[in-house]
C-alpha cells in the first residue's frame, strides 16, 4: 500500500532519458557508445555529479571514485567488464558465465580455492559481501570492504586485477565447475521462465538475446572447454572494456594512485572485437500466440515495436522522457483505482512505453482472472483508447507532480548519508545506460523548473506518439487456453476495439478522515537508557513509546508499531486465518476504499501495512519528517476505523485462485508449502494450508479475532532517527497516545508454540516441473533448551558448516551451484531446534551429496573445527555487528522493545564481546550437541516425472 508511484516518475527521470521522440534529433543527441566516447557528461550539457572523481588510464581502463562514510571505515568496489552473453558464439554458450565462475577457481598468485578464503579472513562473507554476475551485455565483480586500511584495500584490488588478467582457467579445474554451472542453470528454470524465453521468441524472434541465453544450453556447457574459455577471455577482458568504480571512507587521491599502480601495466594487444547487431525488428500487422503450460498464471500481453529513436542524455531528452513518463504513469495510476475496487476485472495490468536506441516499444499486460482472457484484452484496449481519445485531467497529473515534488525532496534531504553500495550502484548504472550520474540537488532543481512548462495537451501527445499503433503482437498465457486458436483471441481483440468507450469519471479531491483521535494522552512514565541513547516513554492509556534520536539519515525516520498478541491469539483449527488477516489494508477504512488513498496521500511517503508476527501484530515503515504525523494517524486508524470490505476478502481469494496451481511446478515451491509444517512434527500452523481452507475463511472470521487485539491489545512503539524528541512525543500523544486505554502487558506465549522436530524418518515429496530439478533437506534435531551463549554458538556453527559444504560439495564434488547449511534455535518452544543442510540439484546427486554431508557433521560433532574456520566464521559477524551500529534499521527492533524486553538490551551490549571470546573448544562443545545420526530427518522432492 506504499505510495511508490513517484519512484517511477523519478526512475524516468533519471534513466529513461537515453532516447526522445522529440522534434529534432539533433537537439537530443546521439547515444553514448563506450567504444567511441570515455564518458556521457562528455557531450551533454548535463552537469556530473562533482562528488564522482573519473579517470582513464592510458590503457583504456575507465575508473570512478567517490569519498563516502556511510558506513565508517567501508568501501564498495565492483570491476565491471563488457563481456556478457551476447559476445558469444553459437558453440561457446555460457562461455561468460563460466568464465565467471572460473574467476574463483585459481589465478597466478591465488591458488584454486583461496580466494573467497582469504577474503573471510578479511571479514567478507561470501554471497553477502563477495560476489558476481553476468548478464546479456556484461559481467560485474563485487566487493565490500569491511575496512579501509592499506592491507584490505591493496588486497582486493589485487585480486581484481588477477581476475583481470591472470585467471588460470586449467582444465582440470573447468572440469570441476561443469557440474555447478549445470546445476546453478537448471535451480534458474521453472515453467515461469520458459514461459518468458517463448514469449520473447513471439515478439522479437531474431533478437540475439534469444541465442544467446546467459546460462547457455546443456549441449555446450557439457562441451566447453578450457581453449575456449581462455578465447573469450583473451577477447574480452581487456582494460578498455572494463571500468572499475570504488566508493568509500576513503581519500581519492590516494585511492587513484592505487589503482594506477596496480593497472597501468594492464595489456591486451589482441583486436578488440566489434559489438554484435541485437537483432531487434520493427513489428507491423497483428499477430497472436497461445501459449499452454498448467504450472503458470493466465497472462495477456499486448507489444508493439516500432522505429528506434536514438538520443544521447541532455536536458532536451529529459525533459521528453519526463513526459513521456508522466503520460504512461496517469494510465498506471487509472489501472491501480480500478483494481483495487470490488469486483476488479483482472488482478493486475500495467503498461509500459518508450523510444530506444535499437528499436522502440509499447508493452501491456494484465493478468487473467477466473480465466477470463476476453476481458482481460477489452481492460488493456479500452484504457489506453480512453487516454487517447479523452487525454489526462489536471488533477491526475497534479498528483504524479506532487508524489514527485515529494520523492525529489527526500532525495535531496537523504543525499549526505546514501550509504556506499547505493552510490556505486548509480554510478555503475548511469554508465551503463549512457547517462550523466548527477545529484539529488540537480534532479530537483531540473524537475521544478521543467514542471511549470509541461501541459496536458504536451502529455496527452506524448502518449498518442508511443501508443496510437499498438498493438502489433497479442500474448496468450495459461493452464487453461487448449480451445483457444490465435483467430479467437484476434476476434476477441476486434471485438474490444470495436466497443464504445466512455470518458473517465472526474476526479475529486479527497481529505483524510481520521485526523482527531481525541485528547493527546499524557505521560505518566519516562526514563532513559543513557549507554544506548534510549528514551523511554508510558503514556496515560498504556501505549509505550521507545525514541532513539540519530543523525545516520538525514531527515529519515524508521517507525514500529507493535500491537499484543501475533498468531497465538489465532484459532488452532483455522491457522489459514492469519494469511487472511494479514491482509487487512486490503480493506481501507470505514470512510475510505483502498482506490481512494493515493488521490488521499498524494504528495506525502505514507505506507499502510500490518502483518502478524509470532508474539504481535506490526506496523513498520520509514518516512521523513514532514509525513511522521500523517503516518502515525494512517496506523492508527488501521486500528481503530479498519474497513472490513468485501475487496479485500475477494481480491485476497483471488490471489490464491491464482497462483496456488503454481505451487508444485518447482522444488523449492513444494518446500515453501510442506518442509516447516513437516519439521515441526505436523504441526498445522506451519507452512501452507490447503487451497480450500483459504477459500472457506471469511471477514467475519477476521473480525473475532482482530477486533480485541486492535481494539484493547497492548501497544509498544519504536521510532529511530532524525527527529525533535518533543514533537515526536507530541505525534504519538495525538494518535496512539490518544486511544482508550490499553492492555498493560503482553499476553504471554501459548502452547501453540510447544513443537517438536519428527522423529527419524526419509519422505518423499513430488513437483510437477522437470525431472532433473530437485531438493533434499536433512535435518538433526536439538537436544538442549535455548540459551544465548548456545544460540550464539550455533550460529556460528552455521557458517561453518555451510562453508565446509561450499569446500566439499561445491569446489570438490560439482554436486550443486549454492548448498545451504543452517542451524535452527526456537526461543518460544524448549527444546525445538535442528541443524540442516540442502541443495536444490538434480537428484541424481543426492545419494553423493547425503554421504558427503554426513561425513561433514561426523567430523564436526567429533571436535575437529580449526581456529582459521572460527576466524573465517566470526570475522563477518563482528564486521556486521560494528557496521550495525550506525544503521537505524538495524536498532528498530531493539528499540521498539526496549521496555518490554529489557534483557535484550544487555544481549546487545554484550554481542561482540561475546563473539571475540568465542573459542574453537566453545565449539567444539557445541557441535557434539548436533549432527546426532540417530535423529536424521530426511526429505527428498523429486519430480513427478520419475518413475
Known sequence: ??????????????????????????????????????????????????????????????????ANGRPENEASLRMIIRAGA??????????????????????ENVPEGEMIKSLERMGLAFGADTNASTSHNRTDYRLSLPEVDDETVDYALFLMREVADKMLIEPDAVERERGIIKAERATRQSPASDAAEAYQKFTQPDALYN?????????????????????????????????????GDFDVAAMEAKIKAQFEDWDNTSPNPAEPEPGLSQTDGRAAAVYINPEITANIRLYAATAPMPSGDNSASRRAATVRSMANNIVRLRFNKKLQEAGRPVLSAGLSAGPGKDISSAFASATIKDGDWQTAIAVLDSEIRTALKYGFQQEELDELIANSERGLTDSVNYAAKRRSASLLSGIAGAFSGGNVRTTPAYQKEFFDAIVPTITLD????????????????????????????????????????????????QRQKLDFAYQDFGAAGTI????????????????????????????????????????????????????????????????????????????????KNIGLNLSIGSERLSMSGSTNADDVLYQLRAWTALLTNPGYRPEWREKFIESINASFHTIDST???????????????????????????YMALSLDDVREVMEPLMTRGAIEIGIVGDFETDAMIDFVAQTFGALPERNDRFDPLSDAFKTRFPDPARVRLTHTGKIDQGAIYMGWPMVEDWSLKRSREYAVLSTILTNRMTDVVREELGLAYSPGGGVSFSQLSPGYGYASATITADPQYFEAFEAAVKTIAAELRSGDITQDELNRAVKPILESIQGAERENGAWLGIVTRAQTEEHKLDWRRGREAAFKAMTVDDLNAAAKTLFDPSGLHVIEIRSDKEG
Open 1 to 66: 500500500m506504499k505510495n511508490y508511484l513517484w519512484v517511477v516518475i523519478i526512475t524516468a527521470l533519471l534513466w529513461v532519458a537515453g532516447c526522445s521522440q522529440g522534434p529534432n534529433s539533433d537537439v537530443l543527441g546521439t547515444p553514448f557508445d563506450p567504444a567511441v566516447s570515455v564518458w556521457p557528461h562528455d557531450d551533454s550539457d548535463v552537469p556530473q555529479d562533482p562528488d564522482v572523481t573519473y579517470g582513464v588510464l592510458p590503457n583504456g581502463m575507465r575508473y570512478a571514485l567517490q
Open 86 to 107: 551476447k559476445h558469444e558464439t553459437d558453440t561457446t554458450l555460457g562461455a561468460a558465465h563460466y568464465l565467471e565462475h572460473m574467476a574463483f577457481n585459481g589465478t
Open 211 to 247: 541465442a544467446r541465453p546467459v546460462a547457455g544450453t546443456i549441449e555446450t556447457l557439457d562441451a566447453i572447454t578450457a581453449d575456449d574459455l581462455r578465447a573469450f577471455y583473451e577477447a574480452y577482458y581487456r582494460p578498455e572494456r572494463t571500468f572499475l568504480v570504488m566508493v
Open 458 to 505: 504536451e502529455v496527452h501527445g506524448a502518449f498518442k506518439q508511443m501508443w496510437s499503433d499498438f498493438p502489433h503482437r497479442i500474448w496468450l498465457q495459461g493452464p487453461e487456453f487448449e480451445d483457444v486458436s490465435e483467430t479467437d483471441i484476434l476476434a476477441a481483440f476486434e471485438t474490444a476495439r470495436n466497443t464504445e468507450i466512455e470518458p473517465p469519471a
Open 524 to 603: 505518566t512514565a519516562r526514563d532513559r537508557v543513557e549507554d544506548l541513547d534510549i528514551e523511554r516513554i508510558v503514556f496515560d492509556n498504556n501505549v509505550r513509546l521507545n525514541l532513539k534520536k540519530t543523525d545516520f539519515e538525514d531527515g529519515w525516520i524508521r517507525m514500529q508499531v507493535t500491537v499484543g498478541e501475533g498468531w497465538n491469539a489465532f484459532p488452532a483449527d483455522k491457522p489459514a486465518l492469519t494469511s487472511l488477516a494479514g491482509s487487512i489494508a486490503s480493506g481501507g477504512y470505514e470512510a475510505h476504499a483502498v482506490s481512494e488513498l493515493s488521490e488521499i496521500f498524494a504528495g
Open 667 to 693: 522444488p523449492s515451491g513444494v518446500a515453501s508449502r510442506d518442509l516447516s509444517r513437516i519439521w515441526n512434527d505436523g504441526n498445522i500452523r506451519y507452512g501452507l494450508r490447503p487451497k480450500d481452507e
